[in-house]
C-alpha cells in the first residue's frame, strides 16, 4: 500500500475522533449554544403553525375526498387522512430544520475556526468571501434536495437496528460533510467538479465524519 494509501486509510478510520473532539469543544464553550437555540425555536414554531392549519383547513375536506368520491369507509378515511397531514407535516418541517440547522452549523464552524485563527489563515491565502445569507440558504437547500431523497430511501435501515442505523449515517455522512465544507472549498477557488474530485480523493475522511456526527445527532 503507497503512503497515500495509508494516510488516506488512517484519516478515514480517526474521521469520527475529530467529530468527537468538536463536540467537546461546543460543550466546553456554551458562548456557542446559542446559534443552535433559533433552528428549534422556529422549527418548533413552524410545526405548531403547519399542524393547525392542515387539520382546520385541509382535513375534513380531505377526509370528504376519500369518503365520497374515493368510496372509502370513514373508519379509514378518518385515520388515513390524520396519518397522511402527520406525515407531510412531518417531511415539510424535517426541511425546515435540516435547512436552518445547517445554516446553523456553517455559522457555528465559521465561528470556531475563526477562535483558532484558521479562518483568518484562509482568508489571507485565498481571500475572503462575503457572506450572503440567502446565497448560502439556496447552497444549503440544493444540499438537501440531493440528502433528504438519499436519506429517506435509506430509511429501512433502521429496521435493523444497531448496524442498520450505523449504516445509514454512514452512507448519508458523507453529504453532510461536503454541505458543511462547501463554504470553505469555494474560499480556495473550488467550485462544481473540483469539489467533486476533492470529496472522492478525500471519500473515507468525509464519509467516517459525518456518519460519526449523524449518530451524534
Not at 475572503?128 to 447552497?139: E, G, M, Q, T
Not at 448519508?172 to 460533510?177: E, M, S
Not at 473550488?190 to 449523524?214: M, T, Y
Amino acid at each position: 500500500m503507497s503512503c497515500c494509501a495509508r494516510m488516506s486509510c488512517c484519516a478515514a478510520f480517526f474521521g469520527w475522533w475529530y467529530t468527537v473532539r468538536g463536540l467537546t469543544y461546543f460543550l466546553a464553550r456554551p458562548v456557542l449554544w446559542q446559534k443552535l437555540v433559533w433552528p428549534i425555536l422556529v422549527n418548533i414554531v413552524t410545526t405548531i403553525t403547519s399542524l393547525y392549519f392542515l387539520f382546520s383547513f385541509v382535513y375534513d375536506p380531505l377526509v370528504e375526498l376519500m369518503s365520497t368520491d374515493w368510496g372509502w369507509y370513514g373508519f379509514v378515511a378518518k385515520p388515513g387522512t390524520i396519518f397522511f397531514l402527520v406525515a407531510v407535516g412531518a417531511l415539510f418541517n424535517t426541511v425546515i430544520f435540516f435547512l436552518l440547522f445547517a445554516i446553523a452549523q456553517a455559522q457555528l464552524l465559521r465561528a470556531v475556526l475563526g477562535s483558532l485563527g484558521i479562518l483568518d489563515q484562509i482568508r489571507r491565502d485565498h481571500g475572503d468571501r462575503p457572506a450572503f445569507v440567502v446565497k448560502d440558504s439556496l447552497h444549503q437547500f440544493r444540499f438537501l434536495l440531493v440528502r433528504l431523497p438519499l436519506m429517506i430511501v435509506t430509511l429501512p435501515l433502521h429496521l435493523l437496528f444497531p448496524v442498520g442505523t450505523f449504516a445509514w449515517c454512514v452512507i448519508n455522512g458523507w453529504l453532510y460533510t461536503w454541505g458543511m465544507t462547501y463554504e470553505f472549498m469555494l474560499l480556495t477557488g473550488r467550485r462544481g467538479w473540483k469539489q467533486w474530485d476533492l470529496v472522492q480523493k478525500h471519500f473515507g475522511l468525509f464519509l467516517s465524519f459525518g456518519g460519526a456526527a449523524l449518530l451524534l445527532e
